[in-house]
């Protein structure tokens, strides 16, 4: 019997497809093999937790980022405020906010015409930074000196004095040259622009002009060069008037500067950092009464005649006898305002307006006007005019020896006779002192001892005592024109007072002005004043006539070809300013025309002729005649028609 065991009996194996071997000897597990047991794991029993990696690390180098970005500006802080602070602050001191002013345009002068007698044109003033030009800005020691070889040239400076402005200490700003032209300062940008260009491509270059600059401004021109220069004055480095009109109206001509302010880094204008500015206003316009053409026939006539005898100095003054207007004021010599440093000294005046002198002859127009209006004389009076005439402590005579003279009133002024008007002035009162104090009545009513009414800098009121204290030999003098002195204006005056019919008008410089709005101004009506009645008015011009018309008369050579002339001759002994004393002689002419009525007033004196003639008949009269003439043709005055009323010059006893 056989024997049954407890045990299964053992499973058959079937064969099956070939397992593949993994590399390294090992099998992969065939499906429905157990996956290969992990060391040191267990087989999980729930789902599968996937486990984040540990954050600190990461913390640690962000942390360690974070410092070292830290100290790196805790480093440079310390850098910039402590260590190199000196360095940084002077390159801030390089770009900065800085400002200056915005000159204002100069307003020009015109004459009647509106011709152009001063303008102004586009300039620069050349300036520079010294802080850029020390060795610490440049890199070398002689930068000053390097920049002075180069602008001595253009500007036309000394090398030495604009290289020592270049090292001047604790300022950023210095002045180089004044009112430099557009072109002076396109060849100094030129110059600073080829440095720069050399220096991209070469770094060791030193732009040693990077400090200079320039301010715009402008610069004063006189188109006509001399032509009414002591009138018209001129303006000095400051850009202000210094003499003339362009200093009496520098408020008017001047405008108003405005100001800006802007940031600059090196010497140039930073466009991005922005500005502010108040505008500048631009001066007023001003126009003169004067008239371009007939002011130059006056300075030629008298320039010839100053130059021809050898004279101190000479003057012409033509005015409008009906509105008082100036048409010229000229004088000799001259001088350019354009190039005050060829100018001498003593010509930069106006000497019409500044000269006191003693009239002479000339003068004795206002004696027969006082003698007229009171009705002690008339033009018939005779008048006996020994050769001498004694009179307090003096003996008194005319120009030349002659025998007794039997003369009208008329022919007392046609002859110019000191003895005839002393012995005419006389009959003003019952007493010599009342004589004088009616004369002194008429002289000041003609604006004699008072400032003619222009404000012109430096005019002169002349000297005419109170009649109170004129010594014995002033109260007979005075009458014929020595003893007392006035400027030149106020003669001219005298004269178209007269033809004026009696009226004295103050004289007028300026018509009007235009503001920057383009708005004309006329100047206010200059003050009138009856000095004398309008019949003494047309009897004084019609024995002036005789002066130029009689043959016996001292101003022949003043008469004009169609015209009928009222004038008067003058020679008066002349008082030296140096020594005080009595030297060479004052000639003058003055009247006016037509005398049927009058335009046109000229006076004309030449102070101290050395050479040939020295009476006023004989060296101004022609003067008279020139100027006459021409202004009568400029203003297109027409010929006389009438003839003229021949007064008796003489009587027979």
Not at 107 to 128: F, K, M, Q, W
Not at 255 to 264: L, N, P, S
Not at 406 to 424: D, E, F, H, M, R
Not at 553 to 562: L, S
Request: proline share 7%; charged share 20%; with cysteine.
């Amino acid at each position: 019997m056989t024997e049954v065991s407890d045990r299964e009996p053992p499973r058959r194996r079937v064969p099956g497809p070939a397992r593949p071997v993994r590399p390294g000897g090992q099998r992969r597990p065939g499906p429905g093999a157990r996956p290969a047991r992990r060391p040191g794991t267990s087989r999980p029993n729930g789902p599968r937790v996937i486990r984040l990696g540990n954050p600190r690390p990461r913390l640690r180098m962000v942390s360690l980022a974070l410092t070292l970005v830290m100290i790196a500006f805790v480093v440079r802080l310390l850098q910039v405020q402590a260590v190199d602070a000196s360095t940084y602050a002077a390159k801030a001191e390089q770009n900065r906010y800085v400002g200056r002013t915005l000159a204002a345009e100069r307003g020009g002068i015109t004459d009647r015409n509106g011709v152009e007698l001063a303008t102004s044109v586009d300039a620069y003033d050349i300036t520079a930074d010294p802080t850029m030009f020390t060795q610490k800005a440049t890199k070398v020691t002689d930068a000053p000196e390097q920049a002075a070889a180069l602008l001595a040239p253009m500007i036309g400076q000394d090398v030495d004095t604009i290289a020592k402005k270049l090292r001047t200490k604790n300022t950023r700003y210095t002045l180089l040259a004044h009112r430099q032209t557009p072109q002076v300062w396109t060849q100094i940008k030129d110059l600073k622009n080829t440095f720069l260009a050399k220096a991209e491509t070469d770094p060791s270059t030193v732009n040693v002009l990077a400090g200079v600059l320039a301010v715009p401004a402008s610069k004063r021109v006189y188109p006509n060069g001399d032509l009414a220069a002591g009138l018209l004055g001129w303006v000095n480095a400051d850009g202000k008037g210094g003499g003339g009109l362009e200093q009496q109206l520098n408020k008017e001509l001047a405008g108003k500067d405005g100001k800006i302010r802007y940031a600059q880094s090196g010497g140039r204008q930073v466009p991005t950092a922005g500005s502010t500015e108040t505008p500048a206003v631009a001066g007023s316009d001003v126009e003169l009464t004067i008239d371009r053409d007939i002011q130059w026939a006056a300075q030629n006539a008298i320039s010839e005649q100053v130059k021809k005898s050898e004279a101190d100095r000479g003057y012409v003054i033509v005015q409008d006898t009906r509105t008082g207007e100036i048409l010229a004021m000229a004088n000799s010599p001259g001088f350019d305002p354009n190039d005050l440093s060829e100018a001498d000294a003593n010509a930069l005046h106006n000497w019409s307006l500044e000269d006191a002198y003693e009239p002479g002859s000339t003068a004795k127009l206002t004696s027969m006007a006082a003698v007229l209006e009171e009705n002690v004389a008339t033009p018939d009076t005779h008048v006996v005019v020994p050769n001498r005439l004694h009179r307090g402590d003096r003996l008194f005579h005319d120009d030349i020896d002659h025998p007794t003279w039997y003369l009208t009133l008329n022919g007392v002024l046609a002859k110019s006779s000191n003895i005839g008007t002393i012995l005419a002035t006389g009959q003003l009162g019952k007493t010599q002192k009342e004589a004088n104090k009616v004369l002194y009545s008429y002289l000041r009513k003609f604006g004699i001892g008072s400032h003619t009414g222009l404000g012109f800098p430096g005019e002169t009121a002349g000297i005419l005592a109170s009649p109170d204290t004129w010594s014995t030999s002033q109260q007979y003098t005075i009458p014929f024109g020595q003893g007392v002195s006035i400027n030149a204006m106020q003669a001219a005056s005298v004269y178209s007072t007269i033809a004026n019919g009696g009226v004295r008008i103050e004289p007028t410089l300026v018509r009007g002005t235009e503001g920057p709005d383009g708005r004309f101004i006329p100047a206010g009506q200059p003050k009138k004043t009856r000095v004398v009645s309008e019949k003494t008015a047309k009897t004084l011009a019609q024995m002036l006539e005789s002066v130029v018309d009689d043959e016996q008369g001292t101003g022949v050579k003043a008469r004009i070809p169609g015209y009928r002339v009222a004038g008067k001759t003058g020679t008066a002994n002349r008082v030296d300013p140096a020594t005080g004393k009595y030297r060479g002689y004052t000639s003058s002419f003055a009247g006016f025309a037509p005398a049927d009525n009058p335009r046109i007033t000229v006076y004309c004196v030449i102070q101290n002729a050395t050479k040939g003639s020295y009476f006023g008949g004989q060296i101004c009269g022609p003067i008279y005649k020139q100027v006459m003439e021409f202004a009568l043709k400029t203003l297109q005055v027409p010929p006389t028609g009438a003839q003229p009323v021949r007064l008796p010059v003489t009587f027979k006893p």
